[in-house]
């Protein structure tokens, strides 16, 4: 059975930073994406960033380009979003997801594993 279990969310100031935890487990991830997606109350399930399992190639979404920094140990299959200057309009519930890599990373439906997220709420 496998298992994306996400920690590290939190209440943080507006510029402020998080870090966020992704434990994978269950399968074996040799040629997979693991995938950062947020969803604020009311809106759609959004890219954030995205990275091979292998570690070589990243992606994210220009909204947070430098500053946000995706990771990943491999040994531990467990991925991590660092989030630096944080914005209120960035509250919502952080969810880690894997798929098989294809190339892309931003699409929803090329994921086949979730996890159950965590909030992030940015005060103002």
């Known amino acids: 059975q496998v298992r994306l279990v996400e920690s590290g969310g939190g209440l943080v100031q507006a510029g402020g930073s998080l870090r966020l935890s992704c434990a994978a487990s269950g399968r074996t991830f040799d040629n997979y994406v693991m995938g950062w997606f947020r969803q604020a109350p009311g ?11 292998s570690g070589d190639n990243t992606y994210y979404a220009d909204s947070v380009k430098g500053r946000f920094t995706i990771a990943i140990d491999n040994a531990k299959n467990t991925g991590y979003l660092q989030m630096n200057s944080l914005k209120p309009e960035e509250t919502a519930v952080y969810y880690c997801a894997a798929g ?15 996890g159950q997220g965590t909030q992030v709420t940015v005060s103002s």
């Open 43 to 53: 809106k759609e399930r959004d890219f954030v960033a995205g990275i091979r399992w």
């Open 100 to 114: 098989p890599h294809t190339g892309y990373f931003t699409f929803k439906t090329l994921y086949d594993y979730w």
